[in-house]
């Protein structure tokens, strides 16, 4: 960032003294905004940043990770520490003259006054930032000579730390306390300290298996650990504490380790980290890669690269909810994207899909554009085999909790029932009354009347078990029918190729480019709220409101392209897909063409889609019964909460790195001052 004023008279300017620009982050914020992982998804539906030497992070293996109160994420390394910024990272060195001395970075701590605790390999070296410098601890203590095994926060933001050879150590801004000597402790080198909720201060040791310190007195706790040497240690609520050893995950529940709750995945595995996160995902770094275990159970990072299975030696939650890993190679994240998209990955069949459907039982009904159709919930996916529908393609579905309407490509048109696990089938062809077994759009009114849309043959209405057929010759303007919607007033509307037709009272009527619609290519339909009807056509939106087509004025290029598919939350936004792109709109501001740049935002790769093309299929694009937002697309099934979806990033938290007068740098300690000449002041 560089903003530039130029000044005619004298200035003072108040300036907190800040060494480094922090450029604007996209996510390491306000803690305002933040939410977990999404504890639903599939680990392989978390977008995944990584960095590594190939990508800008120099340091190696990364053992520890920290964000202080500014915002900086903080990386301890096998190279030395670095902070990041949310684009760069900055080796320490640059930045202190204390660097030369900071080299592995073994263990980062934040107390309650938000300074930062370094430990680093060997002895003598922890290092406290405070107000932008570095102050060495260990020396200002009397403890030159000591070797540092482990540091942590304890509950109340004071530090812990175990040296060799003075014991277990509380440090507070009056200096140190020791709480455990050494010959408490019987000479046990410490690899790992923690504090519970209940005041007990807890010690995982190399070999001779866990210590905890309570009103003065340790006692050894072994019964029941899967090992005897600790690695981490992680407190809960409720006293409880999280055990990691080189042969598996325990559990302290307050009173004895307790061996139920772990589930067989998390035994016999070398566990080096652990974290839990704001939604209690507990994640699990072990020597094979990253767990989290919830409610769903135990899921494994599937391998994105190289690295992604390497050894896990660091992780924090952030304050927007985003993960960090510490790896062998460098650091990745996983975040929540806009969207949850389902793909082969997530056992669909394929990823070029059509339409969808989503009952009130929250099962997903998804129509492969290669043929087929299958049910999809709790992360299940299963095939549909009645009535022959697996050898064919699906081009529409409706209905209801307790049955589909399906239209088909040769097939005709099928209606599913389903009661518990039973599912019956009967399928209308032309041998029945039906225009053409080629059944494009398929709608199901609030009475019970199925309209089928065919390819070339019309319309037909299913009433009272007879089917009645409406073609060119009645009045449709196509008999190409493409979607299918019912009015808040009983209306019937019809997309075509020739047009928008309305039939109410037995009458027809068409809409096309004469009446201002943007295309007489009409491809979907949507009753909204307020009585207004949504058109997408092959040119872009249009609305009809009483009886009138309204047209839309000043739009992006987005939405003038092919509009495929329209769905309209509970929040005021309509949601679409074009050709090329995923969009949500303000649904007000379009429809009194009063639209800003904040009113549209365009959603791609980095909200988690792994295509943003539209289908051209009717139903492609529909709110489920619980608001959710569900789009087929050129790659996967996407769905997005518009609760979780936020349009703002968290605001930067800006720091002055240089103030610059004429292009010489003006001392930043204290109140700046310039001269009463004309300057050029650079900040």
Same mark, same amino acid.
């Given at each position: 960032m560089n903003v530039s004023s130029t000044f005619r008279k004298g200035m003072t300017v108040g300036v907190r003294c800040f060494r480094w620009l922090l450029t604007p982050l996209i996510l390491l914020g306000s803690a305002n905004l933040s939410y977990a992982v999404d504890p639903n998804r599939a680990m392989s539906q978390y977008i995944r940043d990584s960095w590594s030497a190939e990508n800008g992070f120099p340091g190696g293996q990364v053992n520890a990770i920290a964000q202080t109160a500014d915002g900086y994420l903080w990386i301890g390394a096998e190279k030395g520490l670095f902070r990041f910024d949310g684009l760069k990272f900055l080796p320490v060195h640059e930045s202190t003259p204390t660097a030369s001395r900071i080299n592995n970075v073994l263990g980062l701590a934040i107390d309650a006054k938000g300074n930062l605790w370094v430990r680093t390999e060997g002895p003598n070296i922890v290092l406290r930032y405070h107000d932008g410098k570095f102050d060495e601890v260990t020396s200002d203590i009397g403890f030159a000579e000591s070797n540092v095994t482990a540091m942590s926060r304890a509950r109340d933001g004071q530090i812990l730390l175990s040296t060799l050879p003075h014991g277990v150590s509380r440090y507070s801004d009056t200096g140190p306390q020791r709480i455990a000597s050494p010959n408490l402790l019987s000479n046990s080198v410490l690899l790992a300290l923690a504090e519970t909720s209940d005041g007990k201060v807890w010690m995982g040791t190399r070999n001779k298996g866990l210590l905890y310190l309570s009103n003065g007195q340790v006692t050894a706790v072994t019964e029941g650990l899967p090992d005897r040497k600790i690695n981490c240690l992680l407190p809960v609520s409720g006293g409880r504490l999280w055990i990691g050893t080189d042969n598996g995950l325990a559990l302290w529940d307050g009173s004895r380790i307790s061996e139920k709750d772990i589930p067989p995945s998390l035994s016999h595995i070398q566990v080096l980290t652990m974290t839990q996160d704001s939604d209690a995902n507990l994640w699990v770094g072990t020597a094979q890669g990253l767990l989290r275990f919830n409610a769903q159970g135990v899921s494994a990072l599937s391998s994105q690269d190289q690295s992604s299975s390497e050894e896990v030696s660091a992780l924090l939650e952030d304050r927007e909810g985003s993960l960090w890993v510490g790896t062998t190679h460098g650091l990745e994240r996983l975040r929540d994207g806009a969207f949850t998209t389902y793909s082969t990955a997530e056992g669909l069949p394929s990823n070029s899909s059509g339409p969808i459907y989503v009952d009130a039982d929250d099962r997903a009904w998804i129509a492969p554009s290669n043929g087929g159709l299958y049910s999809m919930k709790d992360g299940g996916v299963d095939p549909v085999t009645s009535a022959g529908i697996a050898g064919d393609i699906v081009y529409s579905i409706s209905g209801n909790k307790d049955e589909l309407w399906i239209g088909r490509q040769r097939g005709g048109l099928t209606h599913l029932r389903f009661q518990g696990d039973a599912t019956t089938s009967e399928t209308y062809t032309t041998q029945m009354g039906l225009a053409q077994n080629s059944v494009y759009a398929v709608h199901e009114n609030r009475d019970?009347?199925?309209?089928?849309?065919?390819?070339?043959?019309? !319309?037909?209405?299913?009433?009272?078990?007879?089917?009645? $057929?409406?073609?060119?010759?009645?009045?449709?303007?196509?008999? $190409?029918?493409?979607?299918?919607?019912?009015?808040? @007033? @009983?209306?019937?509307?019809?997309?075509?190729?020739?047009?928008?037709?309305?039939?109410?009272?037995? #009458?027809?009527? $068409?809409?096309?480019?004469?009446?201002?619609?943007?295309? @007489? +290519?009409?491809?979907?339909?949507?009753?909204?709220?307020?009585?207004?009807?949504? !058109?997408?056509?092959?040119?872009?939106?249009?609305? !009809?409101?009483? @009886? #009138?087509? #309204?047209?839309?004025?000043? !739009?992006?290029?987005?939405?003038?392209?092919?509009?495929?598919?329209?769905?309209?939350?509970? +929040?005021?936004?309509?949601?679409?897909?074009?050709?090329? #792109?995923?969009?949500?709109?303000?649904?007000?501001?379009?429809?009194?063409?009063e639209l800003r740049d904040e009113d549209v935002r365009e959603f791609d790769a980095a909200d988690g889609l792994l295509g943003n093309e539209g289908v051209r299929r009717e139903q492609s694009v529909v709110r489920d019964p619980r608001g959710r937002i569900w789009l087929s697309l050129n790659r996967g099934i996407s769905m997005a909460d518009p609760g979780r979806v936020r349009d703002e990033s968290a605001p930067a938290i800006t720091h002055i790195e240089a103030v610059l007068a004429d292009g010489s740098p003006v001392d930043l300690l204290g109140l700046i001052r310039i001269p009463s000449s004309q300057q050029r002041v650079a900040f």
């Open positions: 019970g009347t199925v309209w089928a849309g065919t390819l070339s043959g019309g !319309v037909s209405r299913l009433k009272d078990g007879r089917f009645t $057929t409406f073609t060119s010759v009645d009045g449709l303007s196509s008999n $190409t029918v493409s979607a299918i919607e019912e009015g808040s @007033d @009983d209306t019937m509307w019809f997309a075509t190729p020739g047009g928008l037709n309305a039939f109410a009272n037995d #009458h027809w009527r $068409t809409y096309t480019q004469n009446n201002g619609l943007p295309s @007489d +290519d009409v491809i979907c339909l949507l009753q909204g709220s307020e009585g207004v009807l949504w !058109v997408g056509t092959a040119n872009g939106l249009a609305t !009809v409101r009483a @009886d #009138h087509i #309204h047209g839309i004025r000043d !739009v992006p290029e987005s939405l003038r392209e092919p509009i495929f598919g329209l769905a309209e939350d509970n +929040d005021g936004s309509l949601w679409i897909t074009t050709s090329n #792109h995923v969009i949500r709109v303000r649904r007000s501001k379009l429809l009194k063409g």
